[in-house]
């Protein structure tokens, strides 16, 4: 492979030269390609007025002994050819190669090469140099690394799926693909590397990976994204497949190999010692378990959610915990707080030591609040120990029933069922207000009533506290009474009974609303 730089004569016949009769510039050659004749200028004289050029004898120089005369005053250097072409009248310079030793050339100074430069490059290990002679191209081909240190300047502990003999890395504008040395670049599949690892000092520029377009980490076929463990010696001591499919792992540092993100596609993106083992579960801060799926803490210190919570929450705080089978349970903030085992989609918005034990159930902040009544929202401030979770709060519970039957009838907390009445706790006393209304279907019979009084249970006996007293009513239509309405204890249940008397006739929807002021023993 070499490189010719052809030298031509400014050149015509003997009479197109006297016809255009020109002024060549100093040194600048007119050749006659009819006589053979040399003239060379001398910037000013124009053609006709100029000498031909004659050898030492005095003759006229033709093209004819040029070669002759240049080879006298031109030596052909290392590498440098130099050929006359009788036929064409034409002086060929050219390069033999250059060999790469002994020469210094910035980039723009390196026009060619040949295959023999092949032989003084050499490739780091996994790494072949290979000089492509149709292409006229050299060709870095990766020929395969096994072990060692991870190091990205070296491709080592890499490894590519069913590498083919030839094959290259090649970019196509937008990603690495497989290519061929021997094909012009086609494609045969993505590239595929089962495992990669980057550690401290090896990638340089400010330990910074940057990329003009958009920088893609996706896991291969049930692989998981992963980062170095800096609890272990070895990054990789879980068992092998204990990470779930398509999981994302990125905390630095645990010291369990079970703190890890086992379910699938589920994701731990920072902190230490978290374990996210539902599917699609996720998990952050620092000591958290999530053991359910489609659930997740966001933040804080040792809080869990328990097996068969799916779809629950703890977005902070500190020991909270979620028990199993609260299904769609949210824990805000606070800690020592607790989520039953079977409250469903109940909530814990703040505070401290409290406890839900039912369903729809909200405690919405303070100390040692306890709510275990059917879609209860308590509020409680009592600074006490755990076991007197309840003593001093207040709570609000929306009873209800739907009747036609003109006879008297419970209303529950679900609307229903007589499993999910008002219930007084044990060594409890109450004060409660309750307004009721009632909507008659298809009328416009309608009414409303009010009462206040109290309850206790002591030693589990429910009674009484004084007379309930009705504080107003109103009617609208002919059909509702003053009376319809009665409150009780309910020692049987232990609860709080209201009572309503429809007219019959229609059907009737009661609703109400209990305020209860609550004041429970330490037991």
């Not at 009788?86 to 790469?100: A, F, H, M, V």
């Not at 109290?454 to 030693?459: A, F, K, M, P, R």
């Not at 006996?461 to 004084?466: C, K, L, N």
């Amino acid at each position: 492979m070499g490189r010719n730089d052809v030298i031509k004569f400014k050149r015509g016949t003997a009479a197109d030269w006297t016809s255009l009769n020109l002024v060549l510039k100093v040194g600048e050659p007119g050749f006659e390609t009819d006589t053979g004749k040399l003239k060379i200028g001398d910037g000013t004289t124009a053609w006709n007025s100029l000498v031909y050029l004659t050898d030492v004898e005095g003759a006229p120089v033709t093209i004819e002994n040029v070669d002759d005369r240049v080879s006298e005053l031109l030596a052909a250097g290392p590498f440098i050819g130099l050929e006359y072409d009788d036929d064409g009248g034409i002086l060929t310079i050219s390069s033999t190669g250059i060999g790469p030793s002994g020469h210094n050339h910035v980039l723009n100074d390196i026009v060619d090469f040949d295959g023999s430069l092949t032989t003084s490059l050499v490739g780091k290990s996994g790494i072949g140099i290979t000089y492509d002679s149709v292409n006229d191209e050299l060709v870095v081909v990766y020929t395969g690394v096994t072990g060692g240190p991870t190091e990205l300047d070296q491709l080592t502990d890499v490894s590519i799926n069913l590498p083919q003999v030839g094959q290259v890395l090649k970019y196509d504008g937008n990603d690495w693909i497989n290519g061929t040395d021997n094909s012009g670049g086609s494609i045969s599949s993505p590239v595929v590397i089962d495992s990669i690892t980057i550690e401290d000092n090896v990638v340089r520029n400010n330990n910074t990976v940057t990329s003009e377009k958009d920088l893609v980490l996706k896991p291969y076929t049930g692989g998981s994204l992963v980062t170095t463990n800096n609890a272990f010696t070895n990054p990789f001591t879980v068992p092998s497949g204990t990470r779930g499919s398509y999981a994302i792992d990125l905390q630095q540092f645990r010291t369990e190999v079970h703190q890890i993100a086992a379910g699938n596609y589920s994701c731990i993106p920072g902190g230490s010692n978290n374990t996210a083992s539902g599917d699609h579960s996720y998990c952050m801060g620092a000591g958290n378990t999530v053991f359910s799926d489609h659930g997740g803490i966001l933040a804080g210190l040792n809080n869990t959610i328990q097996i068969n919570s799916d779809n629950s929450v703890i977005c902070g705080g500190t020991v909270n915990i979620i028990q199993s089978g609260s299904t769609g349970g949210v824990i805000v903030g606070g800690q020592n707080n607790v989520l039953a085992s079977g409250s469903l989609d109940s909530c814990i918005i703040n505070g401290d030591y409290h406890k839900v034990d039912a369903n729809y159930s909200t405690i919405v902040g303070g100390r040692y609040g306890l709510a275990t009544m059917y879609g209860e929202i308590a509020h409680a401030t009592q600074p006490q120990a755990a076991q007197n979770r309840g003593g001093i709060q207040h709570s609000v519970v929306l009873a209800s029933s739907r009747q036609s039957s003109g006879s008297k009838e419970e209303l529950y907390l679900d609307g229903s069922s007589n499993s999910e009445r008002i219930t007084i706790p044990l060594d409890t006393s109450w004060h409660f207000d309750i307004n009721i209304t009632a909507k008659g279907y298809g009328t416009s019979d309608a009414g409303w009533w009010k009462f206040t009084g109290g309850i206790v249970n002591t030693g589990g006996t429910v009674t009484q506290i004084g007379t309930v007293t009705q504080l107003g009513y109103g009617i609208n239509g002919t059909n509702f009474t003053q009376n319809d309405i009665t409150i009780s204890a309910d020692n049987t249940n232990k609860s709080l009974k209201i009572e309503a008397t429809d007219p019959g006739g229609f059907a009737t929807y009661y609703s109400a609303t209990v305020n209860i002021t609550q004041c429970k023993l330490s037991t």
